[in-house]
């Protein structure tokens, strides 16, 4: 018993949520990236611009200020400073530096005011060792700052320092940062409504597949899922299409069997019925009674028959089947299974004939193999006229040196029609006795033990052929070719 069907999760919820998280995940990784790699780096070029601009100005303004700071600092020569720094927009403080003892320096300011403790450094930096730029401070303070020694024209050596603030720069960040921002937002919110909407189709088909699944296990058919696209969603909806169409095929050839089975046991049993019946009559003579008796034997041994094809087909069916492959003379075999026939043959007067190549070994089921032969010698015997010459040979074929078995018959032959089916259950002539099952089951068998059975109809000839493996073991090349017509031992059976 199979158990119910477990009820839809909420899988469609999670899977959505799992779907945004990660597109939300992506957007946040890729815009970080893009604003630390790109916006900071673009902040550290501005501020290198601007310093490089920065020792420009003062490079080219060192000869003017030389010559303003050539003599003893005046009023006059800070003033001229203040104009210079007013025309370069930049803020200019010029420094007289004297050496103190122990290799420091003192600096006195000489002209621009008061200054800050980032000027005084970089000026004394220059001082001690020639130009020097740097940027100080954070945030709206920062500042590029420069200063270089004036070439010594006095008594009094003199650094000149320029500084310029890099707020510009800084707004340029913040507004960066501040539209950066606002992008990443509405990233997200594109992103997030995107997730949903995809996420949204793909469960979409996702469930389709989903209900159609549950309803085949509730034993509906719920019929085609729609494909849509052609993608792997697309491909998962035609895959359990295919499911779908192979199921309802099966569950068909499961009844037709069902029903043709229970036909095939009724017929046997209901005529067994009307003998029984007839044979309590206690009037009937001998000779009468032993026809009913006989041809009641006849029945029971028809549904015998049918009742162990039947369980061959179903442990085939369901894969039961154990089968013993070994090493096998198929040479002796064929000869054994022929010889069962010899009796009936000769009764039902036909030409038995057996042409065997010796020692011909194949690797396979012997009783199985056997079976199949029996199968094949029982049809060319019961499907042709009196009469009809029927041989039986075994070899390996040239082609491929596969050992094989061949029934070959110059009866009536099986119709175009009917040779295209006789390998389904239940599929026989309309004058056969038996059940349809023998050839159906000789083929599966055949093929479960990696060999083949096929039929063959030409030139008033009617050829079943049965292939096994070849044998693993080494065999000796005298029994490499198909018997020939002359060479191979040729012996009638019966007549
Ligand atoms: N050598 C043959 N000559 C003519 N017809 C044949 C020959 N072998 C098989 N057939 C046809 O193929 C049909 C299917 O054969 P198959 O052995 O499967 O079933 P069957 O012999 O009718 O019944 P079962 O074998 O179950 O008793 C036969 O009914 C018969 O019509
Ligand atoms: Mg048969």
């Avoid at 020792?55 to 003599?71: I, N, Q």
């Avoid at 700052?145 to 010594?152: F, M």
């Avoid at 002796?332 to 038995?352: I, M, P």
Wanted: proline share 6%.
């Amino acid at each position: 018993m199979l158990p119910p069907p477990s009820e839809p999760r909420a899988a469609g919820a999670s899977l959505r949520a799992r779907v945004a998280l990660l597109m939300l995940s992506v957007c946040v990784i890729a815009f970080g990236i893009a604003y630390l790699g790109v916006a900071s780096q673009l902040v550290s070029a501005l501020e290198r611009q601007r310093l490089d601009e920065l020792k420009r100005s003062l490079a080219r303004s060192v000869p003017r200020l030389a010559d303003t700071f050539a003599g003893r600092a005046s009023p006059a020569s800070a003033s001229r400073l203040r104009e210079l720094a007013e025309a370069l927009e930049v803020r200019a403080y010029a420094f007289r530096v004297r050496a103190t003892g122990g290799g420091d320096v003192h600096l006195a300011p000489l002209a621009g005011g008061e200054p800050w403790p980032a000027v005084r450094k970089t000026a004394r930096s220059a001082a001690a060792g020639g130009s020097v730029a740097r940027v100080s401070g954070r945030g709206r303070a920062r500042t590029a700052v420069v200063a270089r020694p004036l070439p010594a024209r006095g008594r009094d050596k003199v650094v000149v320092v320029f500084a310029r603030s890099l707020g510009d720069v800084q707004r340029t960040a913040k507004l960066l940062r501040e539209r950066g921002a606002i992008a990443l937002l509405l990233a997200l919110a594109f992103v997030l409504v995107g997730a949903i909407a995809v996420s949204q189709a793909v469960i979409g088909r996702v469930r389709a597949v989903e209900r159609a699944a549950r309803a085949i296990a509730r034993g509906q058919h719920p019929g085609p899922v729609p494909v849509e696209r052609d993608d792997e969603l697309g491909a998962l909806a035609r895959a359990f299409n295919e499911m779908q169409e192979r199921l309802a095929q099966a569950e068909r050839a499961r009844r037709d069997f069902i029903v043709t089975a229970s036909h095939e046991l009724r017929t046997p049993l209901s005529s067994l019925g009307g003998f029984v019946e007839l044979l309590r009559d206690e009037e009937l003579d001998t000779a009468t009674r032993r026809r009913f008796l006989a041809t009641m034997a006849d029945q029971v041994e028809r549904l015998q028959r049918l009742a162990v094809d039947l369980l061959d087909l179903s442990r085939i069916d369901s894969g039961d089947l154990e089968l013993a492959p070994e090493s096998s003379d198929l040479s002796e075999l064929v000869t054994s299974v022929a010889r069962e026939f010899e009796a009936v043959a000769s009764e039902r007067g036909h030409r038995l004939e057996l042409r065997v190549n010796p020692s011909v070994q194949a690797f396979c089921d012997p009783d199985r193999a056997a079976q199949i032969v029996r199968v094949l010698i029982d049809n060319a015997l019961r499907h042709t006229p009196k009469g009809t010459r029927v041989r039986v040979s075994c070899g390996r074929r040239r082609s491929d040196g596969r050992p094989y078995v061949r029934v070959i018959d110059n009866g009536p032959g099986i119709p175009e029609e009917l040779r295209a089916r006789i390998f389904e259950p239940f599929v026989r002539g309309n004058e056969s006795p038996g059940a349809g099952l023998g050839l159906a089951i000789a083929r599966q068998l055949a093929e479960r033990m990696g060999g083949s059975l096929s039929v063959r109809s030409s030139g008033g000839e009617t050829c079943l052929e049965l292939t096994l493996p070849t044998d693993r073991a080494p065999r000796s090349s005298a029994d490499t070719d198909e018997p020939s017509r002359t060479a191979s031992p040729q012996r009638p059976m019966g007549t």
